[in-house]
């Protein structure tokens, strides 16, 4: 296939649709937030237009259809390059070329770096092309009310601060047809019986992995049969994703085992499984557990393998949470919820060593018995509609401003106030009050909605999880003594970098910037509502109030560095030291107090 002519022809499809070039949007704004270089000048008459600067006394120019505060400015491209009294409208291809070959904006990198950073981006762009264009869904995901798995499979732009936010290397087009959420992807599972000494399972809350395995597999007769006869051989069943199967067929130990009989392939068995929004994640409705699997693939920033001390995690978070006084905090089915990750499986080589890309997380389905319940996933909610148009979020909210009889403008803030009260202060309260801190970027926080109204939250992806001094001295029994051993330990550093980024920048800056792009409210309300919900629960008298007193007061927050990360090639996961991807972003939340008492 002639890759040119493929993203050519991709192009021309979705001009007719994708009025906003959503995808686009990802890639500068992420170089906005993190360069200088980059002025957002606006005009007399109101209008705001993106300018770089170039060699050559050239000028980058591109018009903003909406003009973020906080940096999730939506674009009318064509991009135009202006040299001397001559402007030229660029293709996407010369727009990323012309800003990659400008030192004074991405530095001095090598000729090798540049060829990876631009196959990569337009790799990217020409998967959301494609998910565009063929997204089983439409323009039902900005339309209707969606189920867990409709949002799921419908974020199509993926993160809105990172060049190429679709990238994924190792699959080819027929892989991303499968296993890709986008595209609609949906499979069965290989199951393997396999020998009980060379497997590694971990469960919490006193119940073994056993018994849980039998419960994923109640569904289907076959499964089930297969289950009782391994069990009566010293054996068990290992899920395995079919594209994950053939790199784990290619481990030495593996080959090993199956040709020892230690492992034997029962086929692609059971229930029909759909990737959810992190492509490794699968959700099968009606079935106690969704799946998390290692899967060798670069997706952004990393390579998507599990670790043994990633899914300890989650069955140590779980048996926390047995406590009774926290227990508490996880409501009656609504408000803020865990989706817990409560056991593991996963091979282990000749050597007795963990093999990291067999790994698979148990995680808790709360939708089993509700599979048609309004839970949307929050980068689904907020991404840019690039079929033109507003934001899900956006078009939410004027469904319930119809239904209850209220103005845009009202409904749009007590929209944000119960997003606010459901999903913020949960998360912070967590931390302040327990020690216990949740990465909550976009993809993991999910809302409970009621008529598009906010009633509930799911927080998931448990292996993002930390705990402070406070949690280990009053938890210390469950947590064990050796904190600084622990991985997972943070200091006051390493949640004010990490936590106000993630929960603020990442999840919460954006959904304001999605509402205001397309309804009658200014961005500056919003970021108050987001204060007053933040002091209150500082006045409240919290046992640690550190992090709150950041976000609240400091002039800047740190924020990650998504572009010049993926610029320089690195895997987020294995650098020595993730803090040097991250810079400081002016805060303004710290300025709200300044302009309510001026």
Not at 161 to 183: G, I, N, T
Not at 307 to 315: A, C, N
Request: glycine content about 4%; hydrophobic content about 40%.
């Amino acid at each position: 296939m002639n890759r040119n002519n493929d993203r050519l022809n991709l192009e021309s499809s979705t001009n007719k649709i994708d009025t906003n070039q959503a995808s686009i949007a990802c890639f500068l704004n992420s170089l906005a937030r993190e360069s200088q270089s980059v002025q957002l000048l606006r005009s007399d008459d109101g209008q705001h237009t993106y300018q770089l600067s170039l060699s050559n006394s050239q000028t980058l120019h591109i018009p903003l259809r909406y003009f973020s505060a906080l940096g999730s400015h939506e674009y009318q491209l064509p991009a135009l390059l202006l040299s001397g009294d001559e402007v030229t409208a660029l293709t996407i291809e010369q727009l990323v070329d012309t800003i990659v070959n400008e030192p004074a904006l991405v530095g001095i990198i090598s000729e090798e770096q540049k060829a990876i950073f631009t196959n990569r981006v337009l790799e990217s762009l020409d998967n959301t092309a494609q998910a565009i264009a063929h997204s089983p869904y439409q323009q039902q995901l900005f339309s209707q009310p969606l189920d867990f798995k409709t949002a799921e499979q419908g974020l199509l732009i993926g993160h809105s601060f990172h060049p190429a936010p679709k990238s994924r290397e190792q699959f080819s087009l027929s892989d991303a047809k499968r296993y890709s959420p986008e595209l609609g992807g949906q499979f069965k599972l290989f199951w393997l019986s396999v020998n009980q000494e060379i497997l590694t399972t971990g469960s919490s809350a006193e119940i073994s992995f056993t018994q849980r395995l039998h419960d994923l597999v109640a569904h289907d007769a076959v499964l089930a049969d297969a289950l009782k006869i391994a069990q009566q051989q010293d054996r068990l069943l290992l899920p395995v994703h079919p594209w994950q199967w053939h790199v784990m067929a290619d481990n030495a130990s593996i080959k090993g085992y199956i040709a020892t009989k230690q492992i034997e392939n029962l086929g692609q068995l059971g229930a029909t499984w759909y990737p959810t929004s992190s492509t490794r994640s699968l959700y099968a409705p009606r079935l106690p557990y969704m799946l998390k699997f290692s899967l060798s693939v670069k997706l952004t920033n990393s390579i998507r393998n599990l670790s043994f001390k990633e899914v300890l995690r989650g069955t140590r978070l779980n048996d926390l949470f047995q406590h009774p006084e926290l227990a508490q905090q996880l409501g009656n089915g609504q408000d803020f919820q865990l989706m817990q990750e409560p056991a593991f499986i996963g091979l282990k080589d000749c050597h007795g060593e963990i093999i990291d890309e067999s790994l698979v997380a148990f995680r808790d389905n709360p939708l089993m018995d509700k599979p048609a319940q309004e839970a949307v996933v929050l980068a689904t909610l907020t991404q840019q509609n690039p079929y033109g148009g507003a934001s899900l979020v956006a078009e939410r909210i004027k469904h319930y401003a119809e239904q209850q009889g209220l103005p845009t403008h009202h409904a749009a803030t007590r929209w944000f106030d119960a997003y606010c009260r459901h999903a913020v202060a949960p998360l912070f309260d967590l931390q302040a009050n327990w020690g216990i801190v949740f990465l909550a970027h976009q993809q993991n926080i999910v809302m409970q909605l009621e008529h598009g109204f906010p009633v509930g939250m799911y927080y998931r992806d448990c292996q993002g999880t930390g705990y402070t001094d406070l949690a280990f001295k009053r938890f210390g029994d469950k947590l064990g003594d050796e904190k600084e051993a622990l991985e997972n330990y943070w200091n006051q550093d390493k949640v004010r970098r990490y936590f106000a980024y993630y929960l603020i920048i990442n999840s919460t800056f954006n959904v304001i910037s999605a509402i205001c792009a397309h309804l009658d409210v200014e961005e500056s309300e919003l970021i108050e509502i987001l204060y007053d919900h933040l002091d209150a629960l500082l006045k409240s008298g919290v046992k640690d109030d550190l992090c709150l007193r950041y976000v609240l007061s400091s002039d800047a927050l740190c924020c990650k560095g998504n572009f010049f990360c993926y610029l320089q090639n690195f895997n987020e996961n294995s650098i020595p030291d993730p803090a040097v991807i991250y810079f400081d972003l002016a805060n303004p939340l710290a300025r709200v107090k300044e302009v309510t008492h001026a």
